[in-house]
C-alpha cells in the first residue's frame, strides 16, 4: 500500500501527462524511423519526434500558466523551422510533406495533451500512424481506382457530410414510429456495409480463397453470398463444399451483425440474445474449420465485387423495406397481438434481417416490458432467414453444396429452436 502511496506521489499530473506526450512522440517517431530509414536525408526520426512532442507539452503546459501568446509563439517558431527544413530538403529533390506534417502534428499533439485532450490525442495518434504504416497499401490502391470509384467515393462523401445534416430529426407517422434523420442513417448505413466490403474485395487476392471472399461478402448480403455460391457450385462441382461451407459462413457474420446492430438501438434486448446468437455462431463455424483441415488446393474465388461500387438504389429500397416492416410491426402490435407479431417478424426476416433487427430494437428502446417480445421477434427472423438461405442452397446447388449447409444451418436452426421453446410463453 505504501508503494503505491509513494507511486501516486511520484506520477503528479504533470509528469504522467508528460509520459503520454512522451509515448506519443515515440509511437509516431518510430513508424517515421522505420519507414524512413533508408533514405539519409529523412528530417527526422524516433528521437526527433519525441522531443517534439515533449516541446508541444511544454509549451503548451507553460501556456494554461503564462498565457495563450506562448503556445502560438512557439508553434510560429517550429512552423518556421520545419519551413525552413523543408525548402532545403524541395532544393535537394525531396518535395514530400509526410515527415513534415507528421512534425506540426506531434507538435500539436503535446500541447492537447497538456490541455487534458488526453484521449482524443491518442485517437489522432493511432489514425495518425494507421495512415503513415499503409504507405505502399494506399499508394497501390489508389493506382488501382477506376473512374467509377472515385465517383462513387465522391457522392458518398456528399450523402454523409451535405445530405444527412440537412434531414429533420423530427418523428413523423403513426405514434411517431419514424424519423427522417433515423432513415438517412440507415441509408448510410447500408452504403458503408456495401462501399467497405467493394473495396475489400477489390484489394484481396482470389487466390486468398472461398471462404474469405464469403467472411467479407457476408459483411453486407449473406442472402447474395448464398444465391451466388450456389449457382458456382455447378459451375465449379468439385468446390461444392467449399462454396457450401462459404454460405454458412457468410451467414455467421450476420449474427454478429445482429448483435451489434441491436447493442446500438437497445442494449437490454442485445443482452438477452447474446447467448443464442453466440451458440449459433459457433455452429455457423463447423462447416468451415472442417474445410479447412482439408488439404488445400489452388482454385479462384468468385469475383463478388459489384458494377456498381455505391448502389444508391438498393440502400434507398432497403429504406422503403425499412419504412414497410416499421408499419407491418406497428399493425401487428396494434391491431392483432403479440402472436402475429411473432409471426411477422418471421415474414419480414426472410426478407432482410437487418431491418426487422433495427424496428424491434428500436420498438423495445426504453420499454423493458417489451424486451423478450422484441427478444423473440428478432430470434425468429434469424431463423427464418437462415431457413430460407438454406432452402436456397438445397434447391439451387450441387448434391456437394448440401452437407455442409445442412450441417451448419442444422445445429443453427437447432440453437435458435430450444432457445425459442424456453423463451416464447407456452400460452401463444
Known sequence: MDWFSSLNDILTPFLTDLLVATGVGLIIG??????????MSHLGGIRTFTLVSIFGYGAGH????????????????????VAVAYYVQARQGNSGLTTELALLLTFILGALIAEGYIRESLSIVVIVTVVLSLKAQLHRFAEQITVAELFAFIKFIVLALLVMPL?????????????????????MLVLTINFIGYILLKISSKQKGILLTAFVGGLFSSTMIAWVFSVRSREKPELSGAYGAGIVLASSVMFVRVFMVTSLFAFPVAKSLLLPLLFMLL?????????????????DAPDLAANNPLDIKNALFFAVLYIAVALLMYGSRQWLGETFAYLSGAMAGIADIDAITINTAKW????????????????LAVLSNSLFKLAVSLVRGMPGVRKPVLVGFGLVLLAGVVFLLFRIPPTL
Open 283 to 299: 455452429g455457423s463455424l463447423v462447416p468451415s474449420y472442417q474445410v479447412m483441415r482439408e488439404p488445400t488446393r489452388e482454385s
Open 167 to 187: 434531414l429533420p430529426d423530427k418523428p413523423f407517422g403513426p405514434e411517431g414510429i419514424l424519423n427522417a434523420r433515423d432513415i438517412g442513417w440507415i441509408v
Open 364 to 379: 423495445a428502446s426504453g420499454r423493458p416490458d417489451n424486451v423478450a417480445v422484441a427478444g423473440n421477434i428478432i430470434l
Open 30 to 39: 518510430l513508424e517515421r524511423e522505420f519507414n524512413t530509414h533508408a533514405d
Open 62 to 81: 507553460l501556456a494554461g500558466n503564462i498565457g495563450l501568446p506562448i503556445l502560438l509563439a512557439a508553434f510560429a517558431g517550429f512552423f518556421t523551422l
